[in-house]
C-alpha cells in the first residue's frame, strides 16, 4: 500500500501537521476527509496508519495510531551502471528498479548517449532523478530510495565505484558471454553483491565495452532479442532479483 512522507520523527498519540505536496496530495489528489485512515512514514523510516484529524486549504492535522510493519530489503545488493538513455527511457528505468529493489544506480554520459548535460545542469538533473526514485518508494512500499550518482563517463564511473566481484555487462553478442541460468545450476558461488553495466539507446561503443572487460566485469548473454535499454536494465534486475535476490 502506498504512503506519504513527513519530515520529522512521528509517535504513536501525538497530533502532527501536515503542509506542502504530500499536504496537497492528500487533500486534492486523494480527497481525503477527516476521519479517514492512510499511512506516513517518518524521517527514521517507521511507518505508521494515521488517522485525519483536521484539515485546510493547505495543511492537515493528523494522529498516529499504530506501527506498520515496512517491508525489508533485498539481501541482494544489487547495482546498475547506467549509459545515460533519453529521459523517457531513464524514468522507466529509476521506476522500475526502485521497485524490482536496487540499492544504487551510476548514471554516465556514453559515447552513445544522445544528450549528456552541462555540469551547470547536473544538480538540478539529481533533484528530478531522487524524487522519481521517491515517489516510486512510495507507490511500491518500499522504505528507502536507492543511492543516484553520477559520472562524466564510463572511465569516471569504474574509477569512482567500489570493487563489486560479480559486475557484467549485458552483452547482445553470445559468443564468451555467460548465462545466469547455467550459472545458477553449475555450483559458481555467487556473491550477494552484483553489478550490471547497461548502455543507452545504440548500445555501448565498443571502446566501452572493451574497457568493462578490462575492469573485470563480464560479459551475460540475455538472449536473441535486441532489447531496449529500458528493457534491458528492468529484466536483467528482475532475473538477478529472482535467482538470488528476494523475487520469488
Known amino acids: 500500500m502506498s504512503y506519504f512522507i513527513f519530515n520529522g520523527v512521528l509517535e504513536c498519540g501525538n497530533q502532527y501537521e501536515l503542509k506542502g505536496e504530500e499536504a496537497q496530495h492528500i487533500l486534492k489528489s486523494r480527497r481525503m476527509r477527516t476521519g479517514d485512515f492512510f499511512l506516513i512514514q517518518d524521517e527514521k523510516?517507521?511507518?505508521?496508519?494515521?488517522?485525519l484529524k483536521n484539515l485546510s486549504r493547505n495543511s492537515l492535522e493528523f494522529v498516529p495510531g499504530k506501527n506498520i510493519a515496512v517491508p525489508p530489503p533485498s539481501p541482494l545488493q544489487l547495482e546498475i551502471l547506467?549509459?545515460?538513455p533519453k529521459e523517457k527511457a531513464l524514468d522507466f528505468i529509476l521506476q522500475k528498479t526502485t521497485e524490482l529493489g536496487i540499492d544504487r544506480l551510476d548514471i554516465f554520459g556514453g559515447i552513445h548517449s544522445s544528450k549528456v548535460p552541462r555540469a551547470s545542469q547536473i544538480d538540478r538533473q539529481m533533484v528530478r532523478w531522487h524524487r522519481v526514485t521517491l515517489e516510486a518508494c512510495k507507490q511500491c512500499g518500499r522504505q528507502f530510495p536507492p543511492e543516484i550518482y553520477w559520472h562524466l563517463d564510463l572511465k569516471a564511473a569504474l574509477t569512482a565505484l567500489p570493487e563489486c566481484q560479480?559486475?557484467?555487462v549485458l552483452s547482445p553478442d553470445s559468443a564468451n558471454a555467460v548465462s545466469w541460468k547455467n550459472l545458477s545450476t553449475t555450483g559458481e558461488k555467487i556473491k550477494a553483491h552484483q553489478r550490471l553495466l547497461v548502455g543507452p539507446e545504440g548500445g555501448l561503443h565498443p571502446e566501452e565495452h572493451d574497457l568493462a572487460l578490462r575492469a573485470g566485469m563480464r560479459p551475460v548473454y540475455l538472449?536473441?532479442?535486441?532489447?531496449r535499454a529500458e528493457t534491458a536494465a528492468m529484466t536483467a534486475v528482475a532475473i538477478l532479483q529472482f535467482l538470488w535476490g528476494d523475487l520469488l
Open 45 to 51: 523510516g517507521r511507518r505508521f496508519e494515521v488517522l
Open 166 to 168: 560479480k559486475s557484467w
Open 82 to 84: 547506467q549509459a545515460l
Open 223 to 227: 538472449g536473441p532479442r535486441i532489447l
